[in-house]
C-alpha cells in the first residue's frame, strides 16, 4: 500500500472518528499494560502475604509449644511434691485432704500469670477440685471430654 492510496482513506474520516482511532490505538496498550501490571502485582501481594502468615504461624506454634512444655514441667513438678500427693491419700477419695489440695492448686494458679483455671480430677474423671472456685461442678464426672479422652491415651 503506498501513502498515495491511503490518503484517500484517511481524508475521507472525520476528525472524529480520527480523535477516537488514535484514542483507541493509543489507551488500548495502556489497558493491557495497567491490567496485566495489576494482575502481577496481586500476585505477588498474595505471595508475601501467605509467606508471611505461614511465617508468622511457624513463629506462633513454637512459642506455644514452648509454653506447653514449660507448662508441663510446671503441672509435673506440682504432680510430684510429696505434700501433694500426700494430700491424695494414697487414690482413697474418702482420705482426701481438700485443705492441702486446694493449697497447692492454688499454687499453681498464682505461678503461672497465664493460667485461668486449675483443677484435679481423679483417673475416673471426677472432678476433685477447681480454681476459680466453681463448687457445682465438683464431683461431676468429666470422663467425656476432649481434655479427659488426650490424658488417659498418654
Known amino acids: ?20 482511532l488514535f484514542a483507541f490505538l493509543t489507551l488500548a496498550p495502556l489497558m493491557v499494560l495497567a491490567g496485566a501490571s495489576i494482575i502481577l502485582a496481586d500476585r505477588a501481594v ?3 502475604v501467605e509467606a508471611k502468615l505461614a511465617s508468622t504461624a511457624e513463629v506462633s506454634a513454637l512459642l506455644v509449644e514452648k509454653q506447653l512444655s ?6 509435673e513438678s506440682y504432680a510430684q511434691r ?7 491419700g494414697g487414690g482413697d477419695a ?8 486446694s493449697f497447692h492448686l492454688n499454687g499453681l494458679l498464682e505461678s503461672e500469670s497465664g493460667l485461668g483455671t486449675v483443677f484435679l480430677a481423679r483417673p475416673d474423671g471426677v472432678l476433685v477440685d477447681i480454681l476459680p472456685e466453681t463448687p457445682s461442678i465438683i464431683g461431676m464426672d468429666f470422663s467425656f471430654r476432649d481434655w479427659y479422652r488426650g490424658v488417659t491415651r498418654t
Open 1 to 20: 500500500m503506498t501513502r498515495q492510496s491511503a490518503q484517500p482513506w484517511v481524508k475521507r474520516m472525520s476528525v472524529g472518528a480520527l480523535v477516537a
Open 46 to 48: 498474595s505471595r508475601q
Open 70 to 75: 514449660g507448662l508441663a514441667v510446671l503441672v
Open 82 to 88: 510429696p505434700s501433694f500427693v500426700a494430700a491424695l
Open 94 to 101: 474418702k482420705r482426701y485432704d481438700q485443705e492441702a489440695i
